[in-house]
């Protein structure tokens, strides 16, 4: 394995999955099989291969679109195509795989087999192609909410992973959100599709400050720029499409540079401050004292602490690590200062004189953000019970 492909570099995980890193390859319907994933996406920490159609219906739909010259993957053994597909990816990334289906069972066999080899099922409510959605699949799920979550807790009774692909902005995405979450889905895929162009930032935000699965993001994602800003708003893997297309070097690409932000900044989805708005609740690790009005109050609020909860609950966390250093910083310790990328010579000094890199540093505000949340879930859980 390569430097760029090193695993050590992330501590990616969901259950007992483990990704080398937060580059991913989305499905494509008609395209995105091990070939091409071989060909384009090895370096990638997952692909996901499909979407596969598992009974008469959906296999139907995908005869009829291909009719009118789309791309599909057409199999009456979709069982056996996916097996073999499985086995054929290269050694490296974790593989997915996209499924659509009108009705559970075969969604629940695909479980099981996925189960056994350690891959990942996604579950299509993402294709909006009539043909699909004409017999209740992909899209059409997501205006039968109860539906969806009951496929989800019959899929998750086999064991496996379970992804959920999404496409944003057709029904209330936090209701939405919420109710798979509460259904047990461990991972969100996520495309942000807005009306225009590019990808809806603001609610990969407002996602991430709602969710604690696993968040994949997907649309537009074709440079280094387009990547960050969706990490930034709390994304914790983006997923190429159509831009491997048109670049099959964009996943090594995408890799490369990543990698080397890790190396360098120690948080490669440090979110964004607080107080520019933009920053999702993981920001609230690089907040200084609650001393005056500004976006600081209505966040924590959210997460149902006061302000003394809130510098209580980071003082707490500092003692015995290095942020509790920096009586020359504006608030006496390292616990309140901002993101490495914001200039300051007041922290940059002190973590000179304690000998601490920039992504030591960010790791400890990492495990702060983690701590804040957590906590805070914690703290509303019990008062529900």
Not at 42 to 67: C, F, H, R
Not at 292 to 298: D, E, Q, R, S
Not at 322 to 332: A, I, P, Q, R, V
Request: aromatic share 6%.
């Amino acid at each position: 394995m390569s430097e760029d492909q090193d695993d050590t570099h992330f501590n990616i995980k969901v259950k007992n999955i483990l990704f080398r890193n937060p580059i991913a390859l989305a499905p494509m319907g008609g395209i995105t099989d091990s070939r091409f994933a071989n060909e384009r996406a090895n370096a990638a920490g997952l692909v996901i291969l499909g979407g596969y159609n598992m009974d008469t219906a959906t296999q139907k739909a995908a005869s009829d679109m291909v009719a009118r010259d789309r791309e599909e993957f057409l199999s009456e053994r979709p069982l056996e195509l996916i097996s073999n597909e499985i086995e054929s990816v290269k050694e490296g990334p974790v593989v997915g795989i996209n499924i659509r289906s009108s009705s559970p069972g075969p969604l629940i066999e695909a479980g099981e087999l996925l189960y056994r080899k350690g891959a990942i099922l996604e579950l299509d409510a993402h294709c909006r192609q009539e043909e699909m959605t004409g017999v209740g699949a992909g899209q059409a799920l997501l205006n039968e909410l109860p539906k969806l979550c009951e496929w989800i807790g019959q899929i998750k009774a086999t064991g496996v992973v379970l992804s959920v692909k999404v496409r944003a902005n057709v029904v209330d995405d936090i209701e939405l959100i919420r109710m798979v979450e509460a259904a047990g889905a461990d991972i969100l895929h996520l495309d942000a599709m807005k009306e225009g162009s590019g990808a809806d930032l603001k609610l990969i935000k407002e996602i991430r400050d709602s969710t604690g699965m696993f968040l994949i993001c997907n649309n537009s994602v074709n440079n280094l720029k387009s990547a960050k800003d969706m990490f930034a708003r709390g994304a914790d893997m983006v997923s190429v499409a159509r831009g491997v297309i048109q670049d099959p070097g964009l996943v090594a690409g995408l890799v490369r540079d990543i990698v080397a932000q890790q190396h360098e900044m120690g948080w490669y989805n440090a979110p964004k401050h607080i107080c520019r708005g933009e920053g999702d609740l993981r920001g609230l690790t690089f907040c200084c004292l609650p001393v005056k009005p500004c976006p600081l109050h209505h966040n924590i609020s959210k997460l149902g602490y006061t302000t003394k909860d809130f510098a209580d609950t980071k003082i707490d966390f500092a003692r015995g690590t290095m942020l509790e250093y920096g009586d020359s910083t504006c608030f006496g310790s390292l616990v309140w200062c901002c993101k490495i990328s914001k200039p300051c010579f007041l922290r940059d000094g002190v973590l000179q004189t304690l000998g601490v890199s920039d992504a030591e540093y960010m790791r400890l505000k990492k495990e702060l953000a983690d701590h804040i949340i957590l906590r805070s879930r914690h703290q509303l859980n019990d008062q529900e019970k």
